[in-house]
């Protein structure tokens, strides 16, 4: 299972994002995760700039933006569980 963590370099929410995000993913080997810096990805910028952080199910393009919580994140990772 395949997610990405949209942010820029130097975003604090994006760093806070990430640390919550790695502790959800602790008891689940499985689910990776991608950082993607959008400031170098011109085709996310356009949808998801102004929403930052956002982890983002690339299969289905379903995300989730900030703010969030690990439940939220949890509850996220189980509903798209490919």
């Known amino acids: 299972m395949k997610y990405l963590l949209l942010g820029t370099t130097g975003c604090h929410l994006c760093e806070l994002a990430e640390e919550l995000i790695h502790e959800?993913?602790?008891d689940?080997?499985?689910t990776k995760v991608e950082l993607i810096d959008i400031a170098e990805q011109?085709?996310?910028q356009?949808?998801?700039a102004t929403l930052?952080?956002?982890l983002l199910h690339?299969?289905?393009n379903k995300y989730l933006n900030w703010p969030f919580t690990k439940d939220h994140v949890l509850t996220f990772i189980d509903q798209y569980h490919d």
Do not use: F, H, K
Request: with cysteine; proline share 11%.
């Open 58 to 60: 690339e299969r289905t």
């Open 46 to 48: 356009a949808d998801y």
């Open 24 to 26: 959800c993913l602790a």
């Open 42 to 44: 011109i085709q996310w």
């Open 28 to 30: 689940r080997p499985g």
């Open 52 to 54: 930052i952080p956002v």
